[in-house]
C-alpha cells in the first residue's frame, strides 16, 4: 500500500500564457523548478502580508 505524503498538496491552477511564461523564465533564471518558483513567490506573498508566519 503506498504511503499519502502529507508534505505536499496537489493543487491545479490556470493561468495565462503571459503569467506562465514569465514564472518559467523566472524559474529558470533562478534555478528552480516552475512549482517551486510558484510556491516561494506565494510563499513570500503570504509572509508579506501576514498570512503565514517567517520560519526562522
Not at 491545479?12 to 528552480?32: G, H, N, Q, V
Request: no cysteine; proline share 2%.
Amino acid at each position: 500500500m503506498k504511503k499519502k505524503d502529507l508534505s505536499r498538496e496537489r493543487t491545479t491552477i490556470y493561468l495565462t500564457p503571459d503569467i506562465s511564461e514569465a514564472l518559467k523564465k523566472s524559474a529558470m533564471d533562478e534555478d528552480r523548478s516552475f512549482t517551486k518558483q510558484i510556491e516561494r513567490i506565494l510563499k513570500d506573498w503570504l509572509i508579506e502580508h501576514g498570512h503565514l508566519k517567517k520560519e526562522q
